[in-house]
Protein backbone atom coordinates (compact mmCIF):
# COMPACT_ATOMS: atom_id res chain seq x y z
CA UNK A 1 0.00 0.00 0.00
CA UNK A 2 1.37 3.46 -1.08
CA UNK A 3 2.25 6.23 1.67
CA UNK A 4 1.81 9.10 -0.64
CA UNK A 5 2.77 12.82 0.09
CA UNK A 6 1.56 15.54 -0.90
CA UNK A 7 3.11 18.22 -2.31
CA UNK A 8 0.96 20.88 -0.37
CA UNK A 9 1.69 19.00 2.78
CA UNK A 10 5.35 20.10 2.50
CA UNK A 11 6.89 22.14 4.96
CA UNK A 12 7.19 25.77 3.71
CA UNK A 13 9.81 28.53 3.76
CA UNK A 14 10.05 31.76 2.31
CA UNK A 15 12.77 34.14 2.93
CA UNK A 16 12.15 36.49 -0.20
CA UNK A 17 15.45 35.56 -1.60
CA UNK A 18 14.15 31.87 -1.34
CA UNK A 19 11.03 29.43 -1.83
CA UNK A 20 11.30 26.23 -0.25
CA UNK A 21 9.26 23.22 0.25
CA UNK A 22 10.51 20.16 2.66
CA UNK A 23 9.02 17.17 2.24
CA UNK A 24 10.56 16.01 5.38
CA UNK A 25 11.39 18.18 8.58
CA UNK A 26 14.24 20.47 8.13
CA UNK A 27 15.44 24.03 9.72
CA UNK A 28 12.31 25.31 11.46
CA UNK A 29 9.73 23.02 10.13
CA UNK A 30 9.42 20.00 12.06
CA UNK A 31 6.94 17.06 11.61
CA UNK A 32 8.06 13.76 13.80
CA UNK A 33 5.63 11.75 11.04
CA UNK A 34 7.98 12.82 8.47
CA UNK A 35 11.49 12.56 9.81
CA UNK A 36 12.82 10.39 6.32
CA UNK A 37 12.73 7.55 4.95
CA UNK A 38 15.41 4.87 5.51
CA UNK A 39 18.36 6.80 5.19
CA UNK A 40 17.27 9.81 3.28
CA UNK A 41 16.55 12.57 5.42
CA UNK A 42 15.94 15.44 3.09
CA UNK A 43 14.57 16.33 -0.41
CA UNK A 44 14.24 20.54 -0.48
CA UNK A 45 12.67 22.14 -3.83
CA UNK A 46 14.35 25.38 -3.83
CA UNK A 47 13.72 27.78 -5.96
CA UNK A 48 16.42 31.16 -5.39
CA UNK A 49 16.36 34.61 -6.86
CA UNK A 50 18.47 35.89 -9.20
CA UNK A 51 21.95 36.90 -7.38
CA UNK A 52 20.37 35.33 -4.54
CA UNK A 53 22.47 31.90 -2.38
CA UNK A 54 23.16 30.19 0.45
CA UNK A 55 25.74 32.04 2.15
CA UNK A 56 29.16 29.48 3.20
CA UNK A 57 28.03 27.60 5.96
CA UNK A 58 28.98 24.01 7.02
CA UNK A 59 28.42 20.05 7.00
CA UNK A 60 29.13 16.81 8.40
CA UNK A 61 28.34 13.29 7.64
CA UNK A 62 25.54 13.82 5.19
CA UNK A 63 25.92 13.23 1.27
CA UNK A 64 23.98 15.86 -0.46
CA UNK A 65 23.05 15.42 -3.52
CA UNK A 66 21.82 18.47 -5.98
CA UNK A 67 19.58 18.05 -9.20
CA UNK A 68 18.53 21.67 -11.37
CA UNK A 69 15.45 22.00 -12.61
CA UNK A 70 15.60 24.99 -14.06
CA UNK A 71 18.63 27.77 -14.14
CA UNK A 72 22.14 27.46 -12.66
CA UNK A 73 23.67 27.01 -9.50
CA UNK A 74 27.00 27.76 -8.46
CA UNK A 75 28.74 26.01 -5.77
CA UNK A 76 31.87 26.46 -4.16
CA UNK A 77 33.17 24.88 -1.10
CA UNK A 78 36.46 24.36 1.16
CA UNK A 79 37.98 21.30 -1.01
CA UNK A 80 39.03 23.73 -3.51
CA UNK A 81 36.17 22.82 -6.18
CA UNK A 82 34.33 25.47 -7.86
CA UNK A 83 31.64 24.81 -10.94
CA UNK A 84 28.14 25.76 -12.12
CA UNK A 85 25.80 23.16 -12.61
CA UNK A 86 22.78 23.50 -15.03
CA UNK A 87 19.75 20.93 -15.55
CA UNK A 88 21.07 17.32 -16.62
CA UNK A 89 23.69 17.82 -14.25
CA UNK A 90 23.81 15.90 -10.80
CA UNK A 91 26.77 17.13 -7.98
CA UNK A 92 27.24 14.93 -5.21
CA UNK A 93 29.60 16.69 -2.59
CA UNK A 94 30.33 13.86 0.94
CA UNK A 95 30.42 15.95 3.49
CA UNK A 96 32.02 13.37 5.87
CA UNK A 97 34.89 14.76 8.51
CA UNK A 98 33.77 18.48 8.02
CA UNK A 99 33.28 20.71 4.78
CA UNK A 100 31.92 24.55 4.42
CA UNK A 101 30.56 25.23 0.95
CA UNK A 102 28.28 27.63 -0.56
CA UNK A 103 25.29 27.94 -3.16
CA UNK A 104 24.81 30.74 -5.39
CA UNK A 105 22.79 31.48 -8.50
CA UNK A 106 24.64 33.49 -10.79
CA UNK A 107 22.47 34.52 -13.11
CA UNK A 108 21.30 38.20 -12.97
CA UNK A 109 17.83 37.45 -14.52
CA UNK A 110 16.93 33.82 -13.84
CA UNK A 111 15.83 31.82 -10.92
CA UNK A 112 17.71 28.41 -9.81
CA UNK A 113 15.03 25.76 -8.97
CA UNK A 114 16.37 22.89 -8.15
CA UNK A 115 16.37 19.75 -5.60
CA UNK A 116 18.68 19.19 -2.69
CA UNK A 117 18.82 15.62 -1.34
CA UNK A 118 20.51 14.51 1.71
CA UNK A 119 20.85 10.74 2.64
CA UNK A 120 22.44 9.54 5.81
CA UNK A 121 26.22 7.65 4.76
CA UNK A 122 27.00 4.07 5.95
CA UNK A 123 29.84 5.45 7.97
CA UNK A 124 30.82 8.80 10.05
CA UNK A 125 34.07 10.38 9.60
CA UNK A 126 34.99 10.12 5.78
CA UNK A 127 37.34 12.40 3.79
CA UNK A 128 35.03 14.85 2.35
CA UNK A 129 34.68 14.88 -1.33
CA UNK A 130 33.22 16.13 -4.74
CA UNK A 131 32.07 14.50 -7.98
CA UNK A 132 29.75 15.70 -10.80
CA UNK A 133 28.22 13.43 -13.84
CA UNK A 134 26.02 15.09 -16.59
CA UNK A 135 22.60 12.89 -17.61
CA UNK A 136 21.45 13.91 -21.20
CA UNK A 137 17.78 14.39 -21.02
CA UNK A 138 17.38 11.65 -23.97
CA UNK A 139 19.47 9.78 -21.83
CA UNK A 140 16.96 9.36 -18.84
CA UNK A 141 13.70 9.19 -21.42
CA UNK A 142 11.32 6.35 -21.06
CA UNK A 143 13.86 4.23 -19.10
CA UNK A 144 14.96 4.23 -15.55
CA UNK A 145 18.35 5.55 -15.58
CA UNK A 146 20.68 5.02 -12.51
CA UNK A 147 22.49 8.55 -11.35
CA UNK A 148 23.73 8.01 -7.95
CA UNK A 149 24.61 4.30 -6.75
CA UNK A 150 27.17 3.03 -3.44
CA UNK A 151 29.52 1.94 -6.45
CA UNK A 152 29.38 4.63 -9.01
CA UNK A 153 28.33 1.99 -11.89
CA UNK A 154 26.65 3.02 -15.01
CA UNK A 155 28.49 6.17 -14.74
CA UNK A 156 26.58 7.27 -11.55
CA UNK A 157 28.00 9.83 -9.03
CA UNK A 158 29.09 7.33 -6.14
CA UNK A 159 27.65 7.99 -2.65
CA UNK A 160 28.45 6.61 0.77
CA UNK A 161 25.55 4.61 1.41
CA UNK A 162 23.89 1.16 -0.15
CA UNK A 163 21.42 3.28 -1.81
CA UNK A 164 20.55 4.15 -5.72
CA UNK A 165 19.08 6.88 -7.02
CA UNK A 166 17.12 6.85 -10.58
CA UNK A 167 15.63 9.21 -12.51
CA UNK A 168 13.41 9.28 -15.17
CA UNK A 169 11.09 11.47 -17.84
CA UNK A 170 8.22 10.07 -19.19
CA UNK A 171 5.62 11.61 -21.41
CA UNK A 172 2.18 10.36 -22.51
CA UNK A 173 1.98 7.76 -24.31
CA UNK A 174 5.22 6.18 -23.15
CA UNK A 175 5.48 2.57 -21.95
CA UNK A 176 4.93 1.71 -18.28
CA UNK A 177 7.87 1.55 -16.44
CA UNK A 178 8.53 -1.20 -13.47
CA UNK A 179 11.01 -1.49 -10.81
CA UNK A 180 11.59 -4.77 -8.58
CA UNK A 181 12.04 -3.73 -5.27
CA UNK A 182 14.14 -7.13 -3.24
CA UNK A 183 13.30 -7.83 0.44
CA UNK A 184 14.87 -5.65 3.05
CA UNK A 185 14.52 -2.80 0.72
CA UNK A 186 12.70 0.47 0.78
CA UNK A 187 11.41 2.66 -2.61
CA UNK A 188 10.43 5.88 -2.25
CA UNK A 189 9.47 7.93 -5.61
CA UNK A 190 9.38 11.56 -5.55
CA UNK A 191 7.71 13.62 -8.72
CA UNK A 192 10.00 16.35 -9.61
CA UNK A 193 7.64 17.71 -12.49
CA UNK A 194 4.48 16.56 -14.65
CA UNK A 195 2.21 14.23 -13.75
CA UNK A 196 2.22 10.22 -13.34
CA UNK A 197 0.52 7.08 -11.48
CA UNK A 198 2.75 5.23 -9.13
CA UNK A 199 0.95 1.71 -8.75
CA UNK A 200 -1.98 3.35 -10.17
CA UNK A 201 -2.20 6.21 -7.60
CA UNK A 202 -1.84 9.76 -9.48
CA UNK A 203 0.81 11.85 -8.19
CA UNK A 204 1.70 15.28 -9.80
CA UNK A 205 4.61 17.77 -9.06
CA UNK A 206 6.34 17.92 -5.68
CA UNK A 207 3.95 14.52 -4.66
CA UNK A 208 6.03 11.49 -3.38
CA UNK A 209 5.28 8.07 -2.66
CA UNK A 210 6.69 5.55 -0.15
CA UNK A 211 5.79 1.90 -1.40
CA UNK A 212 5.79 0.07 1.74
CA UNK A 213 6.01 -3.35 1.57
CA UNK A 214 5.15 -3.45 -2.33
CA UNK A 215 7.56 -5.93 -4.32
CA UNK A 216 7.26 -3.36 -7.44
CA UNK A 217 6.73 -0.20 -8.14
CA UNK A 218 5.07 0.65 -11.92
CA UNK A 219 4.97 4.21 -13.49
CA UNK A 220 1.95 4.42 -15.71
CA UNK A 221 -0.34 7.13 -17.28
CA UNK A 222 2.76 10.15 -17.43
CA UNK A 223 1.99 13.32 -18.78
CA UNK A 224 5.45 15.35 -19.03
CA UNK A 225 6.96 13.56 -16.01
CA UNK A 226 10.67 13.79 -14.30
CA UNK A 227 10.47 11.25 -11.54
CA UNK A 228 13.35 10.02 -9.05
CA UNK A 229 13.35 6.63 -7.41
CA UNK A 230 14.88 5.83 -4.43
CA UNK A 231 16.23 2.35 -3.44
CA UNK A 232 17.04 2.51 -0.09
CA UNK A 233 17.90 -0.37 2.81
CA UNK A 234 15.67 -0.47 5.49
Request: aromatic share 8%; no cysteine; net charge negative.
Amino acid sequence: MLTIRRSNERGVAEHGWLSSRHTFSFAEYYDPRHMGVGPLRVINEDRVQPGKGFGTHGHRDMEIISYVLDGQLEHKDSMGTGSVITYGDVQRMSAGSGVRHSEFNPSDTDLVHFLQIWIMPSQAGIEPSYEQKRFEPDDKRGRLRLIASADGKEGSVRIHQDASLYATILEAGDPDLSFDVLPGRIAYVHVARGEVKVNGESLAAGDAAHTGGAAQVVLSGASGAEVLLFDLPE
